[in-house]
């Protein structure tokens, strides 16, 4: 995986906040686009949206539980 500048994981937490129903923070344009390119990212209607290859990487960063 692709390593994440601060503003791109930063992107990536907001987008996962917003799709679980939280009200998400303000998502920096230039970092959404990034993770467009990478996959982790969709635009929509609504503006940006976490893709599933997307949460499987911030899952992958947050690792195992415990």
């Not at 996962?16 to 467009?36: D, V, W, Y």
């Amino acid at each position: 995986m692709a390593d994440l500048t601060d503003a791109q994981l930063n992107a990536l937490r907001n987008l996962a906040l917003k799709k679980s129903g939280a009200e998400a923070p303000f998502i920096n344009i230039g970092a959404a686009r990034a993770l467009t390119e990478l996959g982790f990212a969709e635009r929509s209607r609504e503006g940006w949206d976490i893709t599933p290859a997307g949460s499987a990487a911030l899952a992958r960063l947050a690792g195992p539980p415990g």
